[in-house]
Nanobody
């Protein structure tokens, strides 16, 4: 059972920055696609960013140019650098690991952007 632990959420003013981290307990972390999702109150969970084992990245349209996903395989950690934050970025952010057979999720970290 893979364990994912997110950190780095908090309250920030619009225009500010936060960096989220997610540490995985997976043995073969470097082989998996890692992703960040978010869910705002009353809305469906949406994909924010993904990074493959080859370090290819993909972003949701609403965060392109503002968010950057990265990974450190030695630390088994994936990051989400969030810049130019907007109130509409307020949500619980979840880390996701996809090993091709099943997905694992973290417990989530709250990000609140004040206007």
């Amino acid at each position: 059972q893979v364990q994912l632990a997110e950190s780095g959420g908090g309250l920030v003013q619009a225009g500010g920055s936060l960096r989220l981290s997610c540490v995985a307990s997976a043995t073969f972390f470097n082989m998996y696609t890692m992703a960040w999702y978010r869910q705002a109150p009353g809305k469906q969970r949406e994909s924010v960013a993904k990074i493959t084992q080859e370090f290819r990245t993909k972003y949701g349209d609403s965060v392109k140019g503002r968010f950057t996903i990265s990974r450190d395989n030695a630390k088994k950690t994936v990051y989400l650098q969030m810049n130019s934050l907007k109130p509409e970025d307020t949500a619980v952010y979840y880390c996701n690991l996809d090993n091709g057979l099943q997905e694992s999720w973290g417990q989530g970290t709250q990000v609140t952007v004040a206007s």
